[in-house]
């Protein structure tokens, strides 16, 4: 895959819009080309990561965990795959498997990480992508709480109280020298 669209499937990604083409070439030197055949795992639930998968061509699906998912889901070409694994040691959160021939490009941490090395205002970008996206499921918890608030009080239950933060530890009270008699 030339680099040229390498650099205009990663601009399809929420994560990397906003970045100057120059720095989606500097990323596309980074990626690695993997191709995966039918039955393989691109990603397994559990495991440590070192890297993101943009799924370019091909289907695979997500498997159901333990919790969540009743059944599998589709994963199209577009995806972005395993996103936090490209900037922290994080362990996959889900196993997804391809379903047919897959094509991914393949963002190692390591190569983010050199490029953010050479170019500081990556990490800028990333870390406010990641704030706006934390933001965005706060504010979404708050709503759920406040419609989980409302049913409960439709169904004349009291509110239900969010535990006050774990209280720090007492400082160690210093050893007292002991009284000579």
Do not use: N
Request: with cysteine; hydrophobic share 45%; proline share 7%.
């Amino acid at each position: 895959m030339a680099s040229s669209k390498i650099v205009e499937a990663l601009e399809q990604v929420g994560i990397f819009r906003g970045l100057q083409s120059a720095q989606l070439a500097a990323l596309a030197r980074h990626t690695e080309r993997i191709k995966f055949a039918p039955g393989e795992f691109i990603t397994r639930a559990g495991d440590v990561g070192d890297g993101a998968y943009l799924l370019v061509s091909g289907a695979a699906q997500r498997l159901p965990e333990a919790e969540g998912m009743d059944a599998p889901e589709g994963v199209e070409p577009g995806s972005f795959i395993g996103q936090l694994a490209m900037l922290i040691e994080h362990a996959y959160g889900s196993s997804v498997v391809a379903r047919e021939r897959v094509y991914c490009l393949k963002i190692t941490r390591a190569g983010m990480q050199a490029q953010m090395v050479v170019d500081p205002s990556l990490a800028l970008h990333f870390e406010r992508h990641v704030t706006q996206h934390l933001s965005a499921v706060a504010r979404q918890l708050r709503e759920i709480d406040s419609l989980l608030q409302a049913r409960r009080a439709s169904l004349g239950r009291p509110p239900l109280a969010l535990a006050p933060p774990p209280a720090a530890p007492a400082p160690a009270l210093a050893a007292r020298p002991a009284s000579q008699s």
